[in-house]
């Protein structure tokens, strides 16, 4: 069936049943997307809205810092009260309010903030993982990206984790290191993930300025010891797991030994699950050479092992054994440089038209950059679990960071040098002559 269309010259035009009108040449004519779109209906977001977008700032912060704060906490809380309930028709537990399961919960959590419980200083970098993601996520999802919004988000979440703090006893007198906790996790957190929505071009800009003032050879080495670190973390989490499965027979037999049924298996597990990423800077501290002590007077290391006695920790059956050690494994710093290769790689991409001494200058930076970061996370993965038996463990972090820093800046120098185009037309002058004196010899 066909219509007629008024144009602009008064006359009719012919179309199609609601098809395009022909051009000249017979073929149709191509629409844009504005012409393609109907009108009245906006166009898909490129993300999914928030409910307090056009709303105000400071209410989407402490929405942002509410939602990380209830959300962690109750995946922490939630199997102690199930495992409270599950038992509470023993008559071991008569008389035992459900609020002490709440109390266990939270006070773990307040520990992933670096809050000591008693004698317990050794923070399980698992729960600190998980609130600082929870900020991420939240910060993303529910948060305006504007400073005030950042600022009202990172001040409610330190206000609630110190609120949390004094509802719990055992951690009552620690409200100020528990303020100093929420700032560090919910800043990073909430900071990175208000940065990563995609209208965060406003808090993007308050940090562009500040970076570009340093000088190239700074900023490429800060990028490419921030990507050292990670190399490294990798190569920890991976011979991690690899200890993990070697002691899967002797973390059997501690579960087994302890008979924690289904309700103390879960809160076990939770546990254990918090303190893997502290296994993990343990198998840093084992391949830069210093090592970690689980007990006083013992040490891990690739040179040997030294135990001790140990509590019936599941988690402890995965330290590395005597067969494990020696050998090939003391080559384990040589993965270190390879690390620093990597961030040479970063240091040459991002290096352009350098003088001659700044690859160097890169290479320095990115160990020093990584070296600050090994040092934070060993530090943290380090502490007492209690007395006697676990009143020291972990690594001393300061050497594990030093020798860390090295064999990153040697692989870093090393790959931005061979990277660098004057370097590389150097060494070519300095070997063309002995290839001709060599010839003329001949």
Known sequence: MSSTRPTSGGGARPTSGGGAPPTS???????SSAARRVIGVAPAPSREP???DGGLPWASGLLAAAQAAVLSLAVIVVPAVAVFVATSADPANAGVLWTRAVEIGAGLWLLGHGVPLGDVTLVPLGVTALAGYACYASARRSLRPAPWALATAVAAYVVLVVAVALLVPSAAAQAPRAGLGGLLVGGLGLGLGALRRD??????????????????????????????????????????????LAGRGAIVEVVRGLEPGLGGGAVLAVTELGYVPNLAAWALAWLAGPGFAVGAGTRWATSGVVAGPLPAIPLLGALPTDAMTGGTARLSPVLLVIAGLLAGGVVHRRLRAARAWEPAAAGLAAGAVCGLLVAAGVGAASGAAGTGLLAQIGASAW??????????????????????????TGLRAALRPRAGVTASGA
Do not use: F, K
């Open 25 to 31: 040449g017979g073929a149709t004519r191509p629409t």
């Open 50 to 52: 928030s409910p307090l």
């Open 399 to 424: 050497p594990v960071a030093g020798l860390a820093a090295a064999g990153v800046t040697i692989g870093a120098v090393l790959a931005a040098l061979v990277g660098d185009p004057l370097v590389r």
């Open 199 to 244: 209208d965060a071009e406003a808090l993007l800009g308050l940090l562009r300025g500040p970076w570009r003032l340093l000088p190239g050879w700074l900023r490429a080495g800060a990028a490419a010891g921030v990507a050292g670190a990670a190399a490294l973390a990798v190569l920890a989490a991976m011979t991690a797991a690899g200890w993990v």
